[in-house]
């Protein structure tokens, strides 16, 4: 089996990591850990993308786009980026709503969360509050925001579309917006693109197959890839009124966390969470058992 360093060494050549490592395990879907891989290795590609002026531009009218969306929807209190990658999406969307705003983001990938947070920091909009997480287990409360969106982070989870939607409408309060791969609106040529790369597929299907209302599912007017084409789906969420005690949960047992320093402590699963360079490493596989710490607490 390849090393992290030298599959590092083969996406710097152009190799294609996630086909790569699918053809070494033997599996036709890709796992969370063939994605985290995968991801953490282009760590810092999309924001040095940004300095050709085409992509910048396209950028900033995509996360513009979005803004809107949101604005059409509702005048939110708090919004979080699902799979927030390096934050270029995330900082666009910011800088077109309310300041005050209470931001979130996560990711699989801690290297693509740093490269976030230090973007989030260059641009003033370090208010955004990242942390890592998995998309089948958000470390987040139920209904802690009033919108919850999507940047094609669940595009390279396909056969995951049902237990993922779940988890994002969970932590929906009252409106989630997907940006995912178009694939009934793509071309044949793109559809065979997304089925080797293992795409999402189907996602209206999959909300509505589990009673979600779906407002709209529609072609989103800006892609950057015409071979991988965007959609966007408009989910409504009746709103909840309860009170949260905090907005990060244990994304084991999905109680409250609570943070004491450098860890968040989730009291009734006994683990702690540690956060790194600012950022709350909040994936079940971070846990560590400490049943102890109550000691200290």
């Not at 809107?68 to 900082?91: D, F, N, Q, R, Y």
Request: charged share 25%.
């Amino acid at each position: 089996m390849r090393t992290p360093r030298e599959l590092k060494a083969l996406y710097e050549r152009g190799q294609n990591i996630t086909q790569l490592l699918r053809e070494d395990y033997g599996v036709q879907e890709n796992t969370r850990e063939i994605i985290e891989i995968a991801y953490d290795l282009q760590s810092g590609s999309y924001i040095a993308a940004l300095e050709n002026s085409d992509m910048a531009e396209h950028k900033a009218e995509y996360s513009q786009q979005i803004a809107k969306t949101i604005l059409s929807l509702c005048t939110p209190t708090s919004v979080l980026e699902a799979g927030v990658g390096e934050g270029t999406t995330l900082s666009g969307v910011l800088r077109s709503l309310d300041p005050n705003i209470s931001s979130y983001g996560f990711d699989l990938s801690w290297s693509r969360a740093f490269c976030a947070q230090r973007w989030l920091e260059a641009n003033d909009l370090d208010r955004a509050r990242l942390c890592t997480g998995d998309l089948m287990n958000i470390p987040y409360a139920d209904n802690a925001f009033d919108v919850v969106y999507t940047s094609h982070s669940i595009e390279p989870n396909g056969g995951m579309e049902l237990p993922i939607l779940q988890e994002l409408h969970r932590v929906t309060k009252k409106y989630l917006i997907l940006l995912e791969p178009a694939y009934e609106f793509a071309s044949r040529k793109a559809q065979i693109r997304m089925d080797t790369h293992g795409y999402c597929k189907k996602l209206r299907e999959v909300a509505e197959s589990l009673n979600y209302s779906v407002l709209s599912h529609e072609p989103f007017p800006l892609s950057a890839n015409p071979l991988n084409p965007t959609a966007i789906t408009i989910i409504e969420k009746q709103p909840s009124e309860a009170k949260l005690s905090s907005v990060y949960a244990c994304p084991k047992l999905r109680c409250a966390l609570r943070e004491f320093g450098n860890v968040f402590y989730s009291p009734d699963a006994l683990l702690v969470y540690p956060i790194i360079e600012g950022i709350p490493c909040l994936r079940i596989e971070n846990g560590i058992l400490a049943s102890k710490f109550d000691d200290l607490v």
